[in-house]
C-alpha cells in the first residue's frame, strides 16, 4: 500500500472507531447516575444521616460531569471496537510471534489496570474518610462536585498506568532487548523509584497509600523478573550453543602459516583471429 493508501485506511479505522465511542456514550448516559453514585459513595458515607451536598461552580458543571461519565462508560463499552480497528490497521505489520505476544499482552493488561484502579479507589475511600474526620467537628466540609470527581478518577488512572510498568519490561524482555538477569539487578533502583513515585501520586501525605501502591508493584517487578528468568531460559534451550560466542570465537583464526606452492604457470594468450570479409559474412540474398 502506498502512503495515501494507508492515510485512507487510517481515516476509515478512526472513523468507525469513533462512531462505536458514541454509540457507546450513549448507552453509558443510561448508566451515568449510578456510576456517580459509587464514587460519590466515600464521601456520602462519611456524611451519614446528613445530606450528600457538593458545591458546583456553574449550573452546567452536574450536566458537563453527566456527558463526562457517559464518555468513560462508552470507552469501555466500545473497546472491543476501537481495539479491533487499531490492531486491524497495526496487525498486517506484525510477525505471527509479534501477533501472538499481542494477544498475550493485551489480555494481561486490562485486569492488571483494573487491578490498580480497584486499589486506588480503596486507598482513596480509606484516606478521604480519615482526612475528612480529623476537621469534622470544627468546619462545615462541603467538597466541590467536579474537582472530586476529576480526583478520585484521576488516582485510579495513575494506579492503573502503574500497574502495567511490569507489563512493559517483559515486552522488553521477550523482544531480546532486556535480559531477567539486568532486571534483577536493578532491583534496589526499582524499589526506590517505586516508593518515589508512589509517595508523587497518591493523594494524601499518610504513608498507608503510598505504601500500598509501592508493595503492589514491587510484587508485580518481581514477578515479571521471574517469567522473563523463564522466558530466557525457554530462548536458550530453542538457540544453538553458539549462540552467545562472539564472530572470533565461533571462527577461530589458525595463526600457523601454510606453506604457498608455486603457481602453475599462466599460457599465453591465443592470437585472435582477423575478420573475415563482408563477402564471406554476406550472401546476394543478405
Excluded at 253 to 274: G, N, R, S, T
Aim: aromatic share 14%; hydrophobic share 50%.
Amino acid at each position: 500500500m502506498t502512503l495515501i493508501e494507508h492515510l485512507r485506511e487510517l481515516r476509515s479505522r478512526l472513523f468507525k472507531a469513533s462512531l462505536g465511542v458514541v454509540a457507546g456514550m450513549i448507552v453509558g448516559l443510561f448508566f451515568a447516575r449510578p456510576v456517580q453514585n459509587f464514587i460519590n459513595d466515600p464521601y456520602c458515607d462519611f456524611k451519614g444521616d446528613q445530606i450528600c451536598q457538593f458545591n458546583v461552580g456553574s449550573v452546567v458543571d452536574p450536566f458537563m460531569l453527566q456527558l463526562k461519565i457517559g464518555l468513560y462508560i462508552g470507552l469501555l463499552i466500545a473497546s472491543p471496537i476501537w481495539l479491533y480497528q487499531l490492531w486491524a490497521f497495526i496487525a498486517p505489520g506484525l510477525h505471527r510471534h509479534e501477533r501472538k505476544y499481542t494477544y498475550v499482552f493485551t489480555a494481561v493488561a486490562v485486569p492488571l489496570f483494573a487491578l490498580g484502579a480497584f486499589l486506588a479507589f480503596f486507598v482513596v475511600t480509606k484516606s478521604l474518610v480519615f482526612f475528612l474526620g480529623l476537621s469534622s467537628g470544627q468546619y462545615e466540609i462541603n467538597v466541590d462536585l467536579t474537582g472530586y470527581f476529576n480526583f478520585v478518577t484521576g488516582v485510579m488512572l495513575l494506579f492503573g498506568a502503574a500497574f502495567e510498568f511490569p507489563l512493559a519490561l517483559l515486552m522488553l524482555n521477550f523482544v531480546g532487548l532486556l535480559s531477567a538477569k539486568r532486571m534483577l539487578s536493578w532491583w534496589r533502583t526499582a524499589i526506590f523509584a517505586m516508593f518515589a513515585f508512589a509517595a508523587i501520586v497518591t493523594p494524601t501525605p499518610d504513608p498507608f497509600g503510598m505504601t500500598a501502591l509501592a508493595l503492589a508493584m514491587g510484587i508485580l517487578y518481581f514477578g515479571a523478573v521471574g517469567v522473563a528468568f523463564l522466558n530466557d531460559r525457554r530462548r536458550a534451550r530453542n538457540e544453538p550453543d553458539y549462540s552467545g560466542l562472539s564472530d572470533d570465537e565461533i571462527s577461530p583464526m589458525d595463526e600457523v602459516p601454510e606453506p604457498v606452492e608455486a603457481a602453475e604457470p599462466i599460457p599465453p594468450p591465443e592470437p585472435v583471429p582477423a575478420p573475415r570479409s563482408v563477402a564471406d559474412r554476406y550472401d546476394d540474398t543478405t
